[in-house]
């Protein structure tokens, strides 16, 4: 009782904070008329206009445009004193607006999270809400008020080089790491010093690109899209998020940047978003190359009608806007809208109130990138949450700590490539690479030897396109023979060998999409002589994306998948094969066999010959030189105990306004404590569109100690059950549903229950 009245009061005060930190609409409204009436044209397209420092436009021409009142916004620029002068200027402009000051804060800040594909890998929301808070801490405290994340384009095709950027091939794991993300970043009241205003994107379909070529079409039912595509950028947005960015790519033959139907018919009218819309880094000249629009002018006016609000580093607003509307071609009052939208939100931030929320312009640089800046400890807890245990022949790990260690590869002890793309506010010096985590853990260093063993790769072109513009990734200039003997002797002379070994950061980022998904040949070279030791061989894979390895699944007697784990991820790596932590991360992707079977996913609809039915000779779908079935399927990984699951369900019938409970019971059959995540699917079996064979709708992690049993408590609601009919409604239909519960997708343990019509 006593509690119920807690509760009672800490509800009713949070609640009257929060009124009281919101708005008053009609003030707003007033101060946003008033301001806009005093606005010239030029002023108010100088609000649409997102700016960085770079090329012709120096530090100096823009302070100089910021004070003209030529620009609402700048991003990538995180030196404070820069930003504290640039927010001075921007109130000696004529009407005294405050500027956004944006940076790409996709896995950490200062402090290096793992990568995002890393941290859906956690299947952990603490650990996802860890991540979001603490990047969003550090930005606010280098005085950031708003930025380009949390990415959300689903992606089922590992040859896309920005797979690392998001979480992963499923809707549920995406929507639930991208709300997490809005609401740690964001916070509910949007002027609280420590709220970042979030960006979800690609609006839309990103990760859909046609063969994984980087910016290459998007083709996709809708269907597929509202059923599947667009559901974590929805989720995104009903969490809060105030802005979104748009795609590169065409959906359907329009390009996102000039899609009515997606930016204003979807986003706006269905969704009734009321934030910004940005487009992505020069997608308005773009629309030439697309082909919908024939010149720069004409540009600008489609992206406008389409319902594009502010421009990223396209210079043409600022030139055509205003004879746009001169000419008569697009109204003022299409250009006030776009202007509102982003003063309200400026509004809402606390900006006109507070410009310099969190800026000190004596915070020098050295304090800035200071050590003790740092957040180490969330970033090695979320790392280790991060890793995979892909297998392990006869428990080989966790290592005992006084082995003799050979440590080896072209990433063991690269500090630059442990942080992944997309860490420009990290510093790579204040990384911690895997040789200097196991050097640390272990009794007595001196057991650790290492070798760099092989350079990335043999081909040059790949250092040229690696290095373009700043030298990333080392190429050792000794013969390859020479490293690799020297690997060998190393690894002779110790008791297990751990190899660190997949791709360069630089290869998992924009713009890096691959065809072949394996190892370089100058790593499995490497790799083959190690074996050839007999020495006990862990490969401890750093990749942003899913690799085709069923070589290297073979050869090693252990498997991790490490990805980039950010500023701690030597130590979590440590914490791992040592036992200090028990792996517990799944995969939120699958892992192909080969690139041929690519797209391959769990949830994919079944067909009127499904592979594996019996009595239909060979004319089932498959192929006839390779399995269905991914090396590694979504959900999955291992952990040095075991579990067991069983579950039942409170009914096995449903009222269209009932729930069903599911219990599942978890044992811990091992002799080591551990975390399980269990994970509920279901399948609608008879529709009036095909369903897939399984959806993840809910996931729940559970600690146990040795021999420990458990219970995870589910609830399946009505909600759950609904998807876009045969006539794109979004419903559910009465009938039958397969629930599943298990330890990853695969899982053939199978509970029926039937939805009622009344
Ligand atoms: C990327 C965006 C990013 C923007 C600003 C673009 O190239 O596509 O994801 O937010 O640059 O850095």
């Known amino acids: 009782m006593m509690k119920k009245i807690v509760l009672f009061w800490v509800t009713l005060l949070f609640t009257g904070y929060l009124f009281a930190q919101t708005p008053n609409n009609e003030e707003k409204k007033a101060f946003i008329d008033d301001l806009l009436s005093k606005m010239t044209i030029k002023e108010k397209v100088g609000q649409l206009r997102l700016v960085s420092v770079g090329g012709n436009l120096t530090l100096d021409k823009v302070l100089d445009q910021i004070e003209a009142g030529e620009i609402g916004g700048i991003f990538n620029t995180v030196v404070e004193p820069d930003l504290t002068y640039m927010q001075d200027r921007a109130l000696k402009a004529p009407n005294k607006i405050p500027l956004f000051l944006g940076f790409d804060i996709i896995h950490g800040h200062r402090t290096v999270f793992p990568i995002n594909l890393g941290i859906a890998a956690t299947w952990d929301r603490d650990a996802i809400a860890k991540a979001a808070e603490v990047s969003a801490d550090e930005a606010t405290s280098d005085g950031l008020n708003i930025t380009w994340a949390p990415m959300v384009d689903i992606t089922r095709d590992p040859r896309w080089g920005r797979v690392s950027e998001g979480f992963g091939e499923d809707p549920y794991l995406t929507s639930e790491a991208g709300r997490i993300f809005v609401e740690r970043m964001q916070k509910q009241v949007l002027s609280d010093k420590k709220s970042l205003v979030t960006t979800v994107k ?38 809060g998020s105030r802005a979104v960015m748009v795609s590169l790519v065409s959906i359907n033959g329009i390009p996102a940047t000039g899609n009515h139907w997606l930016l204003t018919e979807v986003l706006r009218n269905q969704w009734h978003f009321d934030g910004v819309v940005i487009s992505d880094h020069g997608a308005i000249r773009e629309l030439i190359n697309h082909g919908v629009a024939s010149d720069a002018k004409d540009a600008v006016k489609v992206a406008i009608k389409a319902g594009i609000d502010i421009s990223m580093n396209d210079e043409y607003f600022l030139k055509f806007l205003p004879e746009l509307v001169n000419e008569g071609v697009l109204t003022e009052d299409q250009i006030n809208d776009a202007c509102r939208h982003v003063l309200e939100l400026k509004y809402d931030m606390g900006l006109f109130n507070d410009p310099h929320r969190n800026l000190d312009p004596k915070l020098d640089i050295e304090t800035m990138f200071a050590d003790n800046r740092l957040h180490r400890e969330e970033a090695r807890d979320v790392a280790r949450r991060s890793i995979v245990l892909l297998k392990n022949k006869d428990h080989l790990l966790p290592l005992a700590k006084n082995k003799k260690i050979a440590v080896i590869g072209p990433l063991a002890d690269s500090k630059r490539d442990i942080l992944g793309s997309w860490s420009g506010a990290g510093r790579a010096n204040l990384a911690v690479t895997p040789l200097e985590g196991i050097k640390k853990a ?17 081909d040059p072109q790949l250092f040229k396109f690696l290095n373009l513009y700043e030298i990333t990734t080392k190429y050792d ?41 394996s190892l370089q040949a100058s790593q499995k070279r490497l790799i083959k002589a190690l074996k050839a030791t007999g020495k006990p061989l862990v490969l401890a894979l750093m990749n942003g994306r899913p690799l085709t390895l069923p070589e290297e699944y073979q050869q090693a007697d252990a498997m991790l998948e490490t990805w980039f784990l950010g500023t701690e991820g030597g130590n979590a790596i440590a914490d791992v094969l040592f036992g200090d932590y028990n792996p517990s991360g799944k995969l939120p992707m699958s892992f192909p066999m080969n690139v041929g079977q690519i797209p391959v996913y769990y949830s994919y609809l079944n067909t009127g010959r499904p592979h594996g039915t019996e009595n239909m000779g060979k004319y089932t779908t498959s192929y006839f030189d390779s399995p269905n079935e991914p090396l590694f399927p979504f959900g999955f990984g291992l952990s040095y105990t075991d579990f067991t699951i069983d579950f039942s369900l409170s009914s096995n019938e449903m009222t269209p306004d009932g729930q069903i409970v599911v219990t599942a019971n978890v044992e811990n059959t091992g002799d080591k404590a551990g975390t399980e995540t269990v994970q509920l699917y279901l399948q609608d079996v008879t529709a009036s569109v095909s369903r ?17 049993k458990g219970e995870v408590k589910f609830v399946i609601k009505p909600e759950m059950l609904k998807f876009w009919n045969d006539k794109m409604q979004y419903v559910s239909e009465p009938g039958k549903f397969n629930v599943y519960v298990g330890s990853d997708s695969t899982t053939k343990d199978k509970q029926t229950f039937t939805l009622l019509d009344k």
């Open 692 to 708: 897939p064979v399984k959806e993840l709708v809910g996931f729940e992690n559970i600690n146990l100690k040795p021999h420990e």
């Open 202 to 239: 690609h609006f839309a379909l990103y990760g859909a690109v046609e063969a994984g070529r980087e910016y290459n079409t998007t083709d996709m039912s809708e269907r597929k899209m509202f059923q599947e595509y667009l559901v974590p950028y929805k989720k995104a947005i009903d969490a």
């Open 477 to 517: 200039e000794r013969p390859a023979d020479k490293m690799i003997a020297e690997a060998v002797k190393v690894a002779k002379k110790s008791d297990v060998v751990v190899a660190f070994i997949g791709e360069a950061e630089g290869m998992a980022h924009e713009s890096s999409s691959r065809t072949d998904l």
């Open 442 to 458: 272990v009794k007595n260093p001196n057991l650790v030897s290492y070798a760099f063993g092989a350079n990335l790769s043999d």
